[in-house]
């Protein structure tokens, strides 16, 4: 119990009602769930690396004790989920890396020059407390005063058949009073490629070059909250329709659709004639993107 107590008190803010209730039923949740609840300290306390994470990041140890990641997952689920994202990341990935990306340090992927209004956009991989409902990491578009444009969270873990795969957990947009001026004037900077295709084509590089066999993403079905849908119940964001729209298809399991990795480009052919230089200058820009993801991925991977 006292270990469970102490953990709660490095997570939530005692001094804030709705903290404190969390903390209540965190405990609770932990004590009802020890031999669980010990695995997964047991886990981070099996290497320095995954001792640092969890002392910056102790969220770690809330996580499997609240339904989040997707609809209908289990204490179990969640637990193994934690385990095998933090086992790829520490085999993976450089440890000064990954404890610095659970120290609210992200880590820069990409960057565009934009003009003086917005000045700049950066692509980031990192993780903060806030986005712990949906993923073990997030990649963030972002404009040079910090703003968030769009968001992908994710986790990395196997699937049925043993084949390492990103979990896309949430796709968020931005939330700011002028935000569809923005992102209309960003997707023009971006030759017409909207920033929420964009930040997806940057998932789907960083999953090829972790060497990640699939990506899975949650489906309307799947999304672990509501927060996605009206009071009159209509959906204010459609993941399933934007994940089949981007060529995804179906699985067997109604929470989550399956991605391509590599985005199809239409062919010169394709492409009505007063559009091709559009289309150059944007397939243009994704390539860099490429380039540049790849070679920061490489300069960070162990192997």
Same mark, same amino acid.
């Given at each position: 119990m006292q270990n469970f107590v102490e953990l709660g008190k490095r997570i939530y803010n005692l001094n804030n009602v709705r903290e404190a209730h969390r903390f209540v039923v965190f405990v609770t949740r932990c004590t009802f769930n020890a031999s669980k609840m010990r695995k997964?300290?047991?886990?981070?306390?099996s290497s320095e690396l995954l001792s640092r994470v969890a002392e910056t990041f102790p969220f770690v140890y809330e996580?499997?004790?609240?339904?989040?990641?997707y609809n209908r997952s289990t204490f179990e689920e969640r637990i193994n989920l934690i385990d095998e994202h933090m086992s790829f990341l520490q085999s993976n990935l450089k440890s000064d890396i990954v404890e610095s990306i659970y120290s609210n340090k992200p880590l820069s992927l990409?960057?565009?020059?934009?003009?003086?209004e917005f000045k700049s956009m950066e692509l980031t991989m990192g993780m903060e407390a806030g986005q712990r409902k949906e993923g073990l990491l997030s990649l963030k578009l972002r404009l040079n005063d910090n703003r968030?444009?769009?968001?992908?969270?994710?986790?990395?873990?196997?699937?049925?058949?043993?084949?390492?795969?990103?979990?896309?957990g949430a796709l968020q947009g931005p939330n700011m009073e002028d935000a569809k001026e923005v992102v209309k004037k960003i997707t023009k900077k971006c030759h017409a490629y909207r920033t929420k295709n964009l930040i997806l084509y940057a998932a789907q590089a960083v999953a090829r070059n972790l060497d990640l066999k699939k990506i899975y993403a949650v489906t309307n079905e799947g999304y672990y909250a509501n927060n996605h849908v #009206?009071?009159? #119940?209509?959906?204010?964001?459609?993941?399933?329709?934007?994940?089949?729209?981007? !060529? !995804?298809?179906?699985?067997?399991?109604?929470?989550?659709d399956l991605l391509p990795l590599i985005e199809t480009r239409k062919s010169a052919e394709e492409?009505?004639? #007063?559009?091709?230089?559009?289309?150059?200058?944007?397939?243009?820009?994704?390539d860099e993107i490429d380039t540049a993801i790849e070679?920061?991925?490489?300069?960070?991977?162990? #192997?």
């Open positions: 997964i300290i047991k886990f981070f306390q996580q499997p004790t609240r339904a989040f990641f990409w960057q565009m020059d934009l003009d003086d968030p444009l769009y968001q992908i969270m994710f986790w990395i873990a196997k699937d049925k058949v043993d084949d390492w795969a990103m979990w896309i #009206r009071i009159d #119940r209509k959906l204010k964001t459609s993941f399933s329709d934007f994940w089949i729209e981007t !060529g !995804g298809s179906h699985t067997d399991d109604d929470r989550f492409i009505p004639t #007063r559009k091709r230089a559009v289309y150059r200058r944007r397939f243009a820009l994704l070679e920061r991925i490489k300069a960070i991977l162990i #192997r």
